[in-house]
Protein backbone atom coordinates (compact mmCIF):
# COMPACT_ATOMS: atom_id res chain seq x y z
CA UNK A 1 0.00 0.00 0.00
CA UNK A 2 0.87 3.26 0.04
CA UNK A 3 4.74 3.77 1.17
CA UNK A 4 6.37 6.70 2.92
CA UNK A 5 8.26 6.95 -0.20
CA UNK A 6 10.52 10.03 0.72
CA UNK A 7 13.67 9.63 2.63
CA UNK A 8 14.28 6.33 4.16
CA UNK A 9 15.70 5.77 7.73
CA UNK A 10 18.81 5.03 9.03
CA UNK A 11 17.98 1.10 10.15
CA UNK A 12 20.45 -1.56 11.53
CA UNK A 13 19.95 -4.37 8.40
CA UNK A 14 20.68 -7.52 8.81
CA UNK A 15 24.33 -8.08 9.56
CA UNK A 16 25.13 -10.28 7.18
CA UNK A 17 23.55 -10.82 4.55
CA UNK A 18 25.10 -14.06 5.09
CA UNK A 19 26.83 -16.48 2.95
CA UNK A 20 24.05 -18.27 1.19
CA UNK A 21 26.84 -21.00 -0.17
CA UNK A 22 30.08 -20.78 -0.07
CA UNK A 23 32.59 -17.54 0.98
CA UNK A 24 32.36 -15.81 -1.94
CA UNK A 25 28.67 -14.21 -0.38
CA UNK A 26 30.17 -13.43 2.87
CA UNK A 27 29.61 -9.78 4.23
CA UNK A 28 30.83 -7.65 6.70
CA UNK A 29 29.17 -7.00 10.40
CA UNK A 30 25.82 -5.68 11.42
CA UNK A 31 25.82 -2.25 9.42
CA UNK A 32 23.18 0.49 9.60
CA UNK A 33 21.95 1.62 6.02
CA UNK A 34 22.43 4.72 4.29
CA UNK A 35 18.96 6.27 3.26
CA UNK A 36 17.31 5.00 -0.20
CA UNK A 37 17.13 7.24 -3.50
CA UNK A 38 15.00 9.95 -3.36
CA UNK A 39 12.01 9.47 -6.23
CA UNK A 40 10.44 12.97 -6.94
CA UNK A 41 7.32 11.82 -7.69
CA UNK A 42 5.71 9.40 -5.08
CA UNK A 43 2.07 9.06 -4.45
CA UNK A 44 0.06 11.70 -2.79
CA UNK A 45 0.02 12.91 -0.19
CA UNK A 46 3.62 11.99 1.09
CA UNK A 47 5.78 14.45 -1.07
CA UNK A 48 9.82 13.46 -1.32
CA UNK A 49 11.05 16.53 0.48
CA UNK A 50 13.50 18.00 -1.85
CA UNK A 51 17.33 19.49 -1.13
CA UNK A 52 18.26 22.82 -2.31
CA UNK A 53 21.43 23.62 -4.20
CA UNK A 54 22.03 25.55 -0.94
CA UNK A 55 22.38 22.87 1.28
CA UNK A 56 26.39 21.95 -0.05
CA UNK A 57 28.63 24.53 3.16
CA UNK A 58 30.71 27.00 2.32
CA UNK A 59 34.47 25.82 1.56
CA UNK A 60 36.33 27.43 4.33
CA UNK A 61 39.78 25.34 3.60
CA UNK A 62 40.30 25.13 -0.42
CA UNK A 63 42.90 22.49 -0.02
CA UNK A 64 40.73 20.22 2.32
CA UNK A 65 37.92 20.64 -0.09
CA UNK A 66 40.35 20.07 -2.81
CA UNK A 67 40.71 16.87 -0.90
CA UNK A 68 37.43 15.98 -0.76
CA UNK A 69 36.88 15.93 -4.43
CA UNK A 70 39.80 14.26 -5.32
CA UNK A 71 38.37 11.62 -2.60
CA UNK A 72 35.20 10.92 -4.05
CA UNK A 73 36.74 10.58 -6.84
CA UNK A 74 38.35 7.46 -6.15
CA UNK A 75 35.46 6.22 -4.16
CA UNK A 76 33.89 6.23 -7.44
CA UNK A 77 36.61 4.77 -9.29
CA UNK A 78 36.01 1.66 -6.45
CA UNK A 79 32.58 1.94 -6.97
CA UNK A 80 32.33 1.75 -10.53
CA UNK A 81 34.98 -1.38 -10.66
CA UNK A 82 33.32 -3.33 -8.13
CA UNK A 83 30.12 -2.85 -9.11
CA UNK A 84 30.96 -3.52 -13.11
CA UNK A 85 28.81 -0.94 -14.06
CA UNK A 86 30.22 2.18 -16.12
CA UNK A 87 29.90 6.18 -14.98
CA UNK A 88 27.54 6.98 -17.93
CA UNK A 89 27.37 10.30 -16.50
CA UNK A 90 29.84 12.68 -14.11
CA UNK A 91 29.25 11.98 -10.44
CA UNK A 92 27.19 15.51 -8.92
CA UNK A 93 28.17 15.32 -5.24
CA UNK A 94 27.78 17.74 -2.66
CA UNK A 95 27.70 17.92 1.44
CA UNK A 96 24.62 18.49 3.85
CA UNK A 97 24.89 19.39 7.49
CA UNK A 98 22.26 17.60 9.58
CA UNK A 99 21.20 21.48 10.71
CA UNK A 100 20.53 22.26 6.89
CA UNK A 101 18.85 18.69 6.79
CA UNK A 102 16.63 18.94 9.42
CA UNK A 103 15.51 22.37 7.87
CA UNK A 104 14.52 20.53 4.53
CA UNK A 105 12.52 18.01 6.39
CA UNK A 106 10.68 20.93 8.27
CA UNK A 107 10.29 22.50 5.24
CA UNK A 108 9.36 19.40 2.63
CA UNK A 109 7.76 16.69 5.25
CA UNK A 110 3.82 17.17 5.20
CA UNK A 111 1.79 15.06 6.52
CA UNK A 112 -2.66 15.58 7.06
CA UNK A 113 -5.00 13.20 8.99
CA UNK A 114 -6.22 11.40 5.99
CA UNK A 115 -2.48 10.20 5.93
CA UNK A 116 -3.01 8.70 9.43
CA UNK A 117 -6.40 7.34 8.98
CA UNK A 118 -5.12 5.26 6.24
CA UNK A 119 -3.19 3.25 7.92
CA UNK A 120 -5.30 3.31 10.97
CA UNK A 121 -8.19 2.37 9.42
CA UNK A 122 -6.44 -1.49 8.21
CA UNK A 123 -5.13 -1.74 11.64
CA UNK A 124 -1.66 -0.79 11.18
CA UNK A 125 -1.77 0.87 13.96
CA UNK A 126 -4.43 2.04 16.89
CA UNK A 127 -3.47 5.75 17.41
CA UNK A 128 -5.73 7.65 15.27
CA UNK A 129 -4.24 11.00 16.90
CA UNK A 130 -0.78 9.94 16.02
CA UNK A 131 1.71 13.23 15.12
CA UNK A 132 3.58 11.36 11.95
CA UNK A 133 4.42 14.30 10.71
CA UNK A 134 6.46 15.81 13.83
CA UNK A 135 7.57 11.62 13.95
CA UNK A 136 9.20 11.22 10.24
CA UNK A 137 11.02 14.44 10.81
CA UNK A 138 12.30 13.35 14.00
CA UNK A 139 13.64 10.05 12.83
CA UNK A 140 14.46 11.09 9.34
CA UNK A 141 16.60 14.19 11.04
CA UNK A 142 18.55 12.02 13.37
CA UNK A 143 18.77 8.67 11.68
CA UNK A 144 19.50 10.03 7.40
CA UNK A 145 23.00 9.52 6.45
CA UNK A 146 23.10 10.36 2.53
CA UNK A 147 20.45 9.66 -0.28
CA UNK A 148 20.29 10.28 -4.29
CA UNK A 149 18.38 12.64 -5.56
CA UNK A 150 16.66 10.88 -9.25
CA UNK A 151 15.42 14.19 -10.03
CA UNK A 152 18.45 16.51 -9.87
CA UNK A 153 21.22 13.04 -10.47
CA UNK A 154 22.81 14.93 -6.75
CA UNK A 155 24.45 12.52 -4.46
CA UNK A 156 24.22 13.97 -1.23
CA UNK A 157 26.11 12.91 1.57
CA UNK A 158 24.96 14.36 5.45
CA UNK A 159 28.34 15.16 7.11
CA UNK A 160 29.76 17.97 9.21
CA UNK A 161 33.29 18.78 7.51
CA UNK A 162 35.26 17.48 4.06
CA UNK A 163 37.09 15.17 5.98
CA UNK A 164 35.17 11.18 5.46
CA UNK A 165 35.25 9.18 8.27
CA UNK A 166 35.13 5.13 7.39
CA UNK A 167 31.07 4.81 8.08
CA UNK A 168 30.67 8.25 5.26
CA UNK A 169 33.31 6.57 3.17
CA UNK A 170 30.99 3.28 3.05
CA UNK A 171 27.43 5.13 3.12
CA UNK A 172 29.59 7.22 0.26
CA UNK A 173 29.57 4.45 -2.02
CA UNK A 174 26.09 3.55 -1.44
CA UNK A 175 24.75 6.32 -3.04
CA UNK A 176 27.48 5.95 -5.43
CA UNK A 177 25.92 2.82 -6.15
CA UNK A 178 22.28 4.77 -6.62
CA UNK A 179 23.45 6.95 -9.44
CA UNK A 180 24.99 4.14 -11.43
CA UNK A 181 21.29 2.54 -10.73
CA UNK A 182 20.08 5.45 -12.06
CA UNK A 183 22.25 5.68 -15.27
CA UNK A 184 21.97 1.97 -16.41
CA UNK A 185 18.50 1.03 -15.23
CA UNK A 186 16.41 4.18 -14.46
CA UNK A 187 15.30 4.68 -11.24
CA UNK A 188 12.95 7.15 -12.40
CA UNK A 189 10.60 3.72 -12.94
CA UNK A 190 9.95 4.12 -9.12
CA UNK A 191 8.22 7.18 -9.82
CA UNK A 192 6.27 5.06 -13.02
CA UNK A 193 4.38 2.74 -10.64
CA UNK A 194 1.59 5.25 -9.80
CA UNK A 195 -0.69 2.71 -7.38
CA UNK A 196 1.06 -0.02 -7.91
CA UNK A 197 2.37 0.23 -4.17
CA UNK A 198 2.96 -3.54 -3.93
CA UNK A 199 5.29 -3.81 -7.59
CA UNK A 200 6.61 -0.69 -6.02
CA UNK A 201 8.08 -2.06 -2.73
CA UNK A 202 9.19 -5.14 -4.65
CA UNK A 203 11.87 -2.70 -6.84
CA UNK A 204 12.43 -1.07 -4.13
CA UNK A 205 14.69 -3.32 -2.74
CA UNK A 206 15.96 -4.97 -5.36
CA UNK A 207 17.24 -1.20 -5.18
CA UNK A 208 18.43 -1.19 -1.69
CA UNK A 209 19.20 -4.57 -1.60
CA UNK A 210 22.29 -4.07 -4.52
CA UNK A 211 23.53 -0.81 -2.63
CA UNK A 212 23.76 -2.58 0.97
CA UNK A 213 25.44 -5.46 -0.65
CA UNK A 214 28.00 -3.15 -2.72
CA UNK A 215 28.62 -0.91 0.30
CA UNK A 216 29.33 -4.12 2.35
CA UNK A 217 31.84 -5.73 -0.02
CA UNK A 218 33.28 -1.93 -0.80
CA UNK A 219 33.90 -2.34 3.13
CA UNK A 220 35.96 -5.39 2.59
CA UNK A 221 37.82 -4.64 -0.81
CA UNK A 222 38.74 -0.91 -0.60
CA UNK A 223 39.31 -0.30 3.29
CA UNK A 224 42.21 -1.58 5.22
CA UNK A 225 42.18 -3.23 8.77
CA UNK A 226 42.34 -0.30 10.73
CA UNK A 227 39.65 1.71 8.29
CA UNK A 228 37.32 -1.10 8.67
CA UNK A 229 37.43 -1.33 12.56
CA UNK A 230 36.69 2.07 11.95
CA UNK A 231 33.90 1.85 10.17
CA UNK A 232 32.68 -0.75 12.47
CA UNK A 233 32.76 1.04 15.73
CA UNK A 234 31.04 4.03 13.58
CA UNK A 235 28.20 2.08 12.75
CA UNK A 236 27.62 0.34 15.72
CA UNK A 237 27.54 3.85 17.47
CA UNK A 238 25.11 5.00 15.04
CA UNK A 239 23.08 2.18 15.86
CA UNK A 240 23.07 2.92 19.44
CA UNK A 241 23.06 6.58 18.89
CA UNK A 242 19.76 7.71 21.91
CA UNK A 243 18.21 10.60 19.85
CA UNK A 244 17.76 8.51 16.75
CA UNK A 245 16.56 5.32 19.24
CA UNK A 246 14.26 7.24 21.05
CA UNK A 247 12.74 8.52 17.46
CA UNK A 248 12.47 5.33 16.65
CA UNK A 249 10.62 3.92 19.53
CA UNK A 250 8.11 6.39 19.28
CA UNK A 251 7.31 5.02 15.33
CA UNK A 252 4.49 2.49 15.44
CA UNK A 253 5.78 -0.80 14.61
CA UNK A 254 4.39 -0.91 10.99
CA UNK A 255 6.14 1.91 10.61
CA UNK A 256 9.56 0.55 11.37
CA UNK A 257 9.26 -2.85 9.78
CA UNK A 258 7.41 -0.62 6.33
CA UNK A 259 10.69 1.50 6.52
CA UNK A 260 13.18 -1.25 7.01
CA UNK A 261 11.48 -3.58 4.60
CA UNK A 262 14.06 -2.75 1.82
CA UNK A 263 17.31 -2.75 3.32
CA UNK A 264 16.36 -6.23 5.27
CA UNK A 265 14.31 -8.42 2.32
CA UNK A 266 16.49 -6.49 -0.63
CA UNK A 267 19.66 -7.97 1.10
CA UNK A 268 18.53 -11.29 1.85
CA UNK A 269 16.92 -11.39 -2.03
CA UNK A 270 20.34 -10.69 -3.25
CA UNK A 271 22.63 -12.78 -2.02
CA UNK A 272 20.64 -15.54 -3.02
CA UNK A 273 21.50 -14.45 -6.92
CA UNK A 274 25.08 -12.98 -6.03
CA UNK A 275 27.44 -15.48 -7.99
CA UNK A 276 31.16 -13.17 -6.42
CA UNK A 277 30.28 -10.68 -8.96
CA UNK A 278 28.34 -7.84 -8.48
CA UNK A 279 26.84 -7.52 -11.90
CA UNK A 280 25.22 -10.74 -11.34
CA UNK A 281 22.61 -8.21 -9.89
CA UNK A 282 21.70 -6.58 -13.11
CA UNK A 283 19.00 -8.85 -13.87
CA UNK A 284 16.81 -8.39 -11.14
CA UNK A 285 16.91 -4.51 -11.50
CA UNK A 286 16.28 -4.99 -15.16
CA UNK A 287 13.45 -7.80 -14.34
CA UNK A 288 12.58 -7.10 -10.58
CA UNK A 289 10.23 -9.52 -8.86
CA UNK A 290 6.65 -7.91 -8.99
CA UNK A 291 5.12 -8.39 -5.59
CA UNK A 292 6.73 -8.44 -2.03
CA UNK A 293 5.83 -12.13 -1.50
CA UNK A 294 8.54 -12.99 -4.07
CA UNK A 295 10.92 -10.81 -2.59
CA UNK A 296 10.30 -12.16 1.02
CA UNK A 297 10.43 -15.80 -0.68
CA UNK A 298 13.85 -15.93 -2.71
CA UNK A 299 14.11 -19.29 -2.99
CA UNK A 300 10.41 -20.50 -4.32
CA UNK A 301 10.76 -17.03 -6.84
CA UNK A 302 13.41 -18.04 -8.42
CA UNK A 303 12.76 -21.72 -8.71
CA UNK A 304 9.72 -20.13 -10.44
CA UNK A 305 7.10 -21.26 -7.93
CA UNK A 306 5.59 -17.61 -7.02
CA UNK A 307 3.58 -15.95 -9.87
CA UNK A 308 2.89 -12.49 -10.42
CA UNK A 309 -0.16 -11.37 -8.83
CA UNK A 310 -3.34 -11.03 -10.44
CA UNK A 311 -4.92 -7.29 -10.66
CA UNK A 312 -8.09 -7.38 -8.20
CA UNK A 313 -10.70 -5.04 -8.97
CA UNK A 314 -12.76 -3.13 -6.21
CA UNK A 315 -15.94 -1.84 -7.53
CA UNK A 316 -17.02 2.09 -6.90
CA UNK A 317 -18.84 2.65 -4.02
CA UNK A 318 -19.34 6.24 -3.67
CA UNK A 319 -23.13 6.19 -5.06
CA UNK A 320 -23.47 3.55 -1.81
CA UNK A 321 -22.01 5.94 0.60
CA UNK A 322 -23.76 9.13 -0.44
CA UNK A 323 -22.72 13.33 -1.08
CA UNK A 324 -19.64 14.29 0.89
CA UNK A 325 -17.63 10.97 -0.05
CA UNK A 326 -14.65 11.04 -2.10
CA UNK A 327 -12.29 8.19 -3.04
CA UNK A 328 -8.54 9.50 -0.78
CA UNK A 329 -6.29 6.35 -2.25
CA UNK A 330 -6.66 3.40 -4.18
CA UNK A 331 -3.87 0.55 -4.97
CA UNK A 332 -2.27 -2.63 -4.34
CA UNK A 333 -1.17 -4.03 -1.34
CA UNK A 334 0.99 -6.84 -0.70
CA UNK A 335 1.92 -10.01 1.33
CA UNK A 336 4.36 -7.88 3.56
CA UNK A 337 1.72 -5.21 4.81
CA UNK A 338 -0.55 -8.32 5.22
CA UNK A 339 1.77 -10.34 7.35
CA UNK A 340 2.23 -7.12 9.36
CA UNK A 341 -1.53 -6.68 9.76
CA UNK A 342 -1.91 -10.15 11.06
CA UNK A 343 0.86 -9.56 13.12
CA UNK A 344 0.23 -6.71 14.95
CA UNK A 345 -3.83 -7.64 15.53
CA UNK A 346 -2.90 -11.01 17.64
CA UNK A 347 -1.90 -13.39 14.45
CA UNK A 348 1.73 -13.92 15.07
CA UNK A 349 2.66 -16.56 12.18
CA UNK A 350 0.32 -16.17 9.41
CA UNK A 351 2.80 -16.98 6.96
CA UNK A 352 1.44 -21.12 6.25
CA UNK A 353 -1.81 -18.99 4.73
CA UNK A 354 -0.75 -15.96 3.75
CA UNK A 355 1.73 -18.33 0.91
CA UNK A 356 -1.50 -18.74 -1.39
CA UNK A 357 -2.66 -15.23 -1.69
CA UNK A 358 -2.80 -14.25 -5.76
CA UNK A 359 -3.45 -10.80 -5.44
CA UNK A 360 -5.16 -7.56 -3.64
CA UNK A 361 -6.04 -4.60 -3.90
CA UNK A 362 -6.91 -1.68 -1.71
CA UNK A 363 -9.92 1.25 -1.34
CA UNK A 364 -10.00 4.18 1.47
CA UNK A 365 -12.94 6.67 1.28
CA UNK A 366 -13.22 9.48 3.15
CA UNK A 367 -16.09 12.13 4.27
CA UNK A 368 -14.61 14.33 7.18
CA UNK A 369 -14.17 12.53 10.23
CA UNK A 370 -15.48 9.74 8.69
CA UNK A 371 -13.97 6.66 6.36
CA UNK A 372 -14.22 3.29 4.97
CA UNK A 373 -11.67 0.78 3.84
CA UNK A 374 -11.92 -2.09 1.14
CA UNK A 375 -9.41 -5.17 1.02
CA UNK A 376 -10.39 -7.19 -1.86
CA UNK A 377 -8.07 -10.47 -2.15
CA UNK A 378 -8.08 -13.23 -4.37
CA UNK A 379 -6.74 -16.65 -3.24
CA UNK A 380 -5.61 -20.08 -4.83
CA UNK A 381 -8.94 -21.46 -4.06
CA UNK A 382 -11.95 -21.64 -2.49
CA UNK A 383 -10.05 -23.36 0.66
CA UNK A 384 -7.49 -21.00 1.11
CA UNK A 385 -9.73 -18.30 0.86
CA UNK A 386 -11.42 -19.44 3.74
CA UNK A 387 -8.37 -20.11 5.92
CA UNK A 388 -7.75 -16.15 4.70
CA UNK A 389 -11.45 -15.59 6.53
CA UNK A 390 -10.39 -17.69 9.33
CA UNK A 391 -7.43 -15.96 10.10
CA UNK A 392 -9.04 -12.45 9.77
CA UNK A 393 -11.84 -13.66 12.24
CA UNK A 394 -8.79 -14.34 14.75
CA UNK A 395 -7.83 -10.89 14.46
CA UNK A 396 -11.16 -9.66 16.04
CA UNK A 397 -11.67 -12.54 18.42
CA UNK A 398 -11.44 -9.45 21.41
CA UNK A 399 -14.51 -7.65 19.12
CA UNK A 400 -18.12 -7.92 19.79
CA UNK A 401 -19.73 -9.31 16.67
CA UNK A 402 -23.52 -9.06 15.84
CA UNK A 403 -24.66 -10.01 12.53
CA UNK A 404 -21.69 -10.03 10.90
CA UNK A 405 -20.19 -7.12 11.96
CA UNK A 406 -17.58 -7.05 14.18
CA UNK A 407 -16.96 -3.87 16.29
CA UNK A 408 -13.21 -2.90 18.38
CA UNK A 409 -11.17 0.25 19.14
CA UNK A 410 -13.31 2.44 17.40
CA UNK A 411 -13.51 0.76 13.81
CA UNK A 412 -16.43 -1.87 12.26
CA UNK A 413 -15.64 -4.78 9.70
CA UNK A 414 -17.17 -7.52 7.91
CA UNK A 415 -15.93 -9.88 5.76
CA UNK A 416 -17.50 -11.28 2.40
CA UNK A 417 -16.48 -14.39 0.81
CA UNK A 418 -17.26 -15.14 -3.16
CA UNK A 419 -15.58 -18.50 -3.91
CA UNK A 420 -11.61 -17.91 -4.17
CA UNK A 421 -12.64 -13.66 -3.50
CA UNK A 422 -12.12 -12.64 0.10
CA UNK A 423 -13.49 -8.72 0.74
CA UNK A 424 -12.93 -6.48 3.90
CA UNK A 425 -14.65 -3.86 4.61
CA UNK A 426 -13.78 -1.17 7.24
CA UNK A 427 -15.36 1.92 8.36
CA UNK A 428 -15.20 4.17 11.47
CA UNK A 429 -18.95 4.00 11.36
CA UNK A 430 -21.37 1.35 11.68
CA UNK A 431 -23.62 3.23 9.59
CA UNK A 432 -20.97 3.81 7.02
CA UNK A 433 -20.29 0.58 6.83
CA UNK A 434 -23.61 -0.53 6.39
CA UNK A 435 -24.02 1.98 3.33
CA UNK A 436 -20.56 0.57 1.82
CA UNK A 437 -21.46 -3.08 1.86
CA UNK A 438 -24.73 -2.68 1.07
CA UNK A 439 -26.43 -4.39 4.07
CA UNK A 440 -28.71 -2.05 5.18
Given at each position: MRRLSFLLILLLVLAACTSADDDTNDVDSPTPSPTEVVDESPPDPTPTPEPTPTATPEPE??????????????????????????LLEE????????EELTEMLEEEIEFDQSDVDLYWIFRLFDDRDLDLERLMIDVQAADIYGFYDTESKETYLIAEDPELNAMEEVFLA????HALQDQHFDLGRLDDESSDYDRFNALLAMVEGDAVLTQELYAQEYLDDERRMEYMREAMAAVQDEAANAAL??????????????????????VQVFDGELNSLDEHLQNPPASTQQVMNPAAYLRGDIADPVEVEIPDILDRLGDGWSLYDKGTIGVFDLTIMFEENGVPDPDDVLEWWNGSTFAMYEDGEDVVGIIASVWADEARAADFEAM???TMADYSQEDGIWMGDGRFHTIIVDGA??????????????NAAQLN
Open positions: DDAAWAELDAFVDQVVQNVVELRGLELQFALMTRHEITDALPAYLIESLSFPYVAGPMFMLVENVTLKSASSEEALL
